[in-house]
């Protein structure tokens, strides 16, 4: 048996006969081969046998091993035709991959729209992982709607007493869930109120279902109950999209005197409030209210808790919650859309909720958040001069910062980008023209000293 070496040297010297033999020459006898390179047959029987699957070769029944054809030369691809094809599809911009594009290396993140791995539960979800695999129903369907189990938490999470499992629909990850809620509640031309700033990808995802997005102002209270009734009787919206805690991108939280005037506003214009509870778990000091849609009993609410950001980036599972006919509804789009959520991902995902290292591990999380929340609010106050923090957030992982009149968040992001740093511009948080210019700066995938360098590269940017 010849070792690796001998195999590499023969097929070298084997690939250099072939190749300086003319096309659709017949090679040597099996025997003769063998016999010239010592080999034995079954190596030359293998390694014809590749060279075969490479296209070198062609073996003719009968006749014999032969050198393969010459191909004409393969001109390049025309795909000018797709351009045409495909036509244009709004939403599906730059925006969108630069929530999900991994970082280049050596950069410091401040784009990032998740936890890094220091933050995530990483013995958990192993230990999870590994029981969900030797569950003897982890391959199989579910209800499509999702793991009974998980939605009953999900339920008793969101308004216990309430809400049971037949509340709850199980989407894979938040995005999907948007996603769903505008595809299958809205037609492609029909408004969608959203905030303004608000969530970028709900934008996209919204642009791209084709619907037409009403903007609403808000301010560090949250949306504007008055503004938010406009425009419900001004365009017959029968969605609006509100982040009542923590919004991304600049953090505000819903006041507890608006709540009621919201709700209202949505019951009179008998529309659907969906509310985007992305930060649930991150009350960085004192809590926030429990969310809208346990102060709702008509069902105006459809409520979104997504796993992404507390557990790991990649456990795509997200619930929606809601009463009434609008389950159905929306079960049925998420069949048409991919059936159902991979099992063994809710099993993940329950198992880790419920785990009794969850509260201590969600504990550490938040302890170091709000150290590196500090740490770059402070770098930010001390060298970032002209810039404006309007809001620090009591939560969250993002701070939303005004760049100095005449600076552009494009520019600075792309002298960022080359210095190594990475930030969101805030214009993509915009449904319309922005106000002014401004940074998102995230603190979920940093630590400290980093988040201070990070800073310390702006203020050269901006600051000249
Ligand atoms: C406000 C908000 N909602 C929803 C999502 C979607 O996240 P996922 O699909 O990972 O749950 C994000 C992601 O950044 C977000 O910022």
Redesign the pocket.
Known sequence: MEDDSTWLQAQARLERLIRDLPPETRLPSYRQLQQRYRLSPATVQRLLADMGRHGLLVTRPGSGTFTAPRRPPRRPADLSWQTLALGSRAGLGPDLER?VDPLPPDSIGLAS??PDERLQPLGLLAAAASRAARRPHGWSRLPPQGLPELRSFLAAEVADGQLTDQNVLIA???????SAVFRHLCSPGDPVIVESP?????LATARAAGLVLVPVPGDAHGVLPDALADAFARTGSRVAYL?PRY??PHGSVLAAERREPVLAAAARARAFLLE?D??RDFDLGAPTLPPLISADDDGHVIY?R????PIA?GL?V?GLVARGPVLARLRRGRISDDLFVAPMLQQIALDVLTAPGWPRHLATVRRLLRERRDALATAIAELLTGCQLELLPGGGMHLWVRLPEGSSDADVTEAAAARGVAVTPGRASFPGEPPASYLRLSYAGEEPPALRQAVRTLAEVIVG
């Open positions: 929530l729209g998740f894979s990850g938040g995005q999907a869930a948007l608000t969530y970028v990808g709900a982040q919004a991304n985007d992305w930060m979104l997504s796993v992404s950001k980036a795509r997200s």
